[in-house]
Each structure stands twice: as C-alpha cells, then as structure tokens.
C-alpha cells in the first residue's frame, strides 16, 4: 500500500513539474503582437476592414503611386515657410540641419509649372493668365473681354468659398518658393520635446471640439492622468457625433502616419562620411506598443487606417474632374505629361473599383440648419489646424505638415462637394468647383504618405514579429 501511494504521488509530482515546464517554455506574446493584435478586423465607424486595405494598398496601389509621386508634376510643391505664426511668437526654430529645407533654384523647375497658367489646360491658359493678373490688380477692369470678366469674378468667388478647408499659401509671394519632395523627404529630423507637444497638444485640446474638463490619454504636457481619465475620454469620444468623432479620428490617424514616417526613416548612423536612415524598431514600440502606450497605440493605427479610407473616398469621388479631355497635369513636356495623365486615370479607376469605400453620406445627415451649422464648425476647426502648421519650429516638419493638412483639406473639400463635381462641363474651366495645382500635388503627396503608412506597418510588422 505504501508502495502505491508513494509511486502515486511521484507521478502526480512528474505531471506537475512536466507542465511547469512546458508552460515556461510557451512563448509570450511578441512585439509584433503587442502593437499589432487589435489592428486587424473592422474598423469603428466603417464596413471596412484592415486585411482588405492591407492586400489593396500594399499590392494594387502602391508600387504605381509611387511612380506617379516621382513625375515632375508632383514633386515640386510652392510653399512658403517664412510666414510667421499666428498664434504666438515663442518659437523656437529647429538649427539641426535636418531641419532645413533647401528650395529650388529657379532654373530647376520646368517652366511649365512655374507659369501661372496651371489650372486646367495649355488651352485656357492665355484665359487664366490674364484673370490671374486682374486679380492681382484687385478690380476687375472694363477693357477686359466679356469672357475674362466673367471669369475673374468666378475665381473671387471660389477664393472665398466656404468650401475651402485649409488656409493655403499666397503663392504669388516673394516668399514662396518651390522645393522638391523627393530632395527633402519626410523623415526625422531631430525635432521634438516642449515644442512639438506644444503644436500637437493645441491641435487636440483646442480643435477637436474636446471640453477642457475631459483629459486626452498620454498627454505628455499634462500630469497625473490614469486610466479613469482614459476612460472618461474615450466615453465622451463615443458619445460624440460621427462627424466630431470622425475629425478626432482623422488628426490621430494623420499624427500616427507622421510618427511611423519618422519611425521607418530614423537616423541609426552619423558619419562625417556618410548618414545611414532605416527602420528605429525601439521608436516604433514606444509609439504604438499597447503596453508601453497603455493601449492607445493600436487605437492610433486604426485611426490612421480611417484616415486612409477617407482620403482614398476622396480620390474615388474626384475621377470625373481629372477624365475631362481638357485636363493635363502641364509641366510643358507634352509627351510625359500625356503619360502622366494615363497613369492618374489608371490609379484612380483603380481606386474606384476598392469594394470597401467610407460611406460619406452619414456626415452632416439629418436638420438642414444644424447640418449646415456642424459644416460650418468642422471647417473652421480644420481651418486651424492649417494655421497651426506656420508654428512648427523644424522647417523640413513644416513643410509636411503644411502639405499634409492642406491634401487631406483637399480631400473633405471634395467630398463635400459631390453635386459640384457632377454638374462640371465636359469641356473648360469648372466654375463651380475646380481643384488648384497645388491643391491636385498636396491631394496626391498627402495620400501617398498615408500609403507609405500602411506598407511600412507591414514592414514593422515583420521587423518586429521575432522579438519578445
């Protein structure tokens, strides 16, 4: 009897050791799960999932809008980053020298982008040229023909449209000046701490339509904060309209694409002999890990997810104003110019045949008045943000950031304007609703840093699938 007992309790011992063993040797959770778990599935608000834009972007898109976005109609962008701030004069300008800009000399540019007749055509440009000239003037002169006339008062009026979201740049300032995209990429630089929370910090807690009394998760300019004020956010996040939650959603989607920009082009060496950029693993984590964020890492991708189906809405809807016969995308080189157009026309079509889209008509739904009222309010506050964008200290982040918020502008302005862009002549100049070349660059730059985003979340999601 002792016998059995003692051999009973050995075997229960060798059971309890065996499994001890084996549940030491069960692998935790990786990196790659950590940051990327509750990335997948449905995204709030959408009949979208995140697989089905993965395999659309990563593999249709990509690859062909890249090729586009190195065409010299795309890559050089008229900026003006001397403006100064409108909202307060402390700033501290970035003297890293991956900070600075260098803009084109002028005999870079090809000089049918340099005209001022960019609009629509080689055919109208002698019409926008002298309308553009009148305007300059600020009247509208007599001896002009009945046509030009008619014409400069269109353009006044589409200058002070309600339609438009962004504060854009005089680009007839001396100021202004061209820089090329692919010569000062978007990447880090060096600039953060006080400064770049204070940008971001203004964005979020005065233009997202957030009270005071509630407290943004992980807010590095505020103290104290846990996870009842966590959520008490996300509490009053749900309770908002789908409009104000949309706009919420829309800025962290665009500051999570910026920080995985940053996080795939790091500086990981500086030589006097060379500088080597690749993917900072350790930056990406502190960004976006759902433990080291405390969660709100994943919640920051799938807002970036959101913003992609947003913007790609955008371009879907848009197709019919680039299909006019009249329109090129005019830098002067007639035969790229034609294979330009070809390529946009592809990319677009393609982007129209996505099963998937954002279902935009659930924006500003309901009450006429009060609709009209929440438009209204959504504009302005978006307004701002492009504003905000002439405090940013880091020059080369002020360019981005400018061209970011002014492409995803372009992006609300015509989604807003569906019944517009249908009543559009087929041929000549859309009155009524019509796109700026600078608008058309930072529409397309903008959504190809938002498809950078999402190949390189694949990217790090190999990166980091072998790391504890």
């Not at 002169?141 to 002070?160: F, G, I, N, R, Y």
């Not at 953060?192 to 300019?221: H, M, S």
């Amino acid at each position: 009897m002792g016998r059995r007992w003692s051999f009973l309790i050995g075997l229960l011992g060798a059971v309890y050791l065996l499994g001890s063993v084996r549940g030491e040797q069960q692998p935790s959770e990786t990196a790659a799960q950590r940051c990327f778990c509750q990335v997948s599935g449905y995204l709030d608000d959408c009949t979208c999932d995140v697989e089905t834009i993965d395999r659309f972007n990563n593999y249709r898109l990509f690859p062909r809008l890249q090729q586009l976005l190195e065409s010299d109609y795309f890559r050089y962008y008229k900026v003006n980053l001397k403006k100064p701030c409108p909202f307060w004069n402390d700033i501290s300008q970035c003297g890293r020298r991956d900070c600075a800009v260098k803009p084109c000399q002028s005999d870079e540019v090809p000089d049918g982008i340099k005209s001022a007749s960019y609009k629509y055509s080689e055919e109208a440009n002698n019409l926008i040229e002298e309308c553009e000239q009148a305007e300059r003037l600020g009247a509208v002169d007599e001896s002009l023909s009945e046509e030009t006339q008619k014409a400069v008062l269109q353009w006044t009026k589409h200058d002070d449209s309600s339609d438009n979201f962004c504060e854009a740049d005089d680009i007839q300032s001396p100021d202004a000046e061209y820089v090329d995209l692919l010569l000062n990429p978007e990447r880090y630089t060096g600039y953060k701490g006080p400064d770049a929370w204070k940008i971001w910090n203004v964005i979020y807690e005065e233009n997202c339509f957030k009270p005071q009394t509630i407290k943004r998760p992980l807010n590095p300019l505020a103290s104290g904060q846990g996870k009842s004020e966590e959520n008490t956010f996300y509490s009053w996040l749900e309770g908002l309209c789908v409009e104000k939650r949309a706009f919420y959603r829309l800025i962290s989607g665009l500051h999570a694409s910026i920080n995985v920009h940053l996080s795939a082009r790091y500086l990981l060496q500086d030589t006097w002999l060379d500088k080597k950029w690749g993917h900072n693993i350790t930056e990406f984590q502190q960004r976006f890990d759902g433990i080291l964020t405390e969660g709100e890492g994943p919640r920051r991708l799938k807002n970036l997810y959101f913003l992609y189906l947003i913007e790609l809405r955008a371009l879907s809807k848009v197709l019919p104003f680039f299909e006019r016969p009249d329109f090129q995308l005019f830098t002067g080189n007639k035969d790229q110019d034609t294979e330009n157009k070809m390529l946009l026309l592809e990319i677009l079509h393609e982007i129209k045949s996505f099963p998937l889209h954002f279902d935009e008509n659930s924006f500003f739904a309901g009450d006429k008045k009060e609709a009209n009222k929440l438009k209204e309010d959504f504009r302005l506050h978006f307004r701002n943000i492009s504003r905000i964008m002439d405090c940013v200290g880091c020059f080369k982040c002020r360019l981005w950031g400018k061209l970011q918020t002014q492409g995803l502008g372009t992006a609300l302005k015509i989604l807003f304007s569906e019944k517009l862009i249908a009543n559009m002549p087929e041929s000549g100049p859309s009155y009524e609703f019509h796109l700026t070349r600078q608008e058309i660059v930072s529409l397309l730059n903008a959504f190809g840093r938002i498809s950078t985003s999402v190949k390189e979340l694949e990217n790090f999601r190999n990166l980091l699938q072998n790391i504890q």
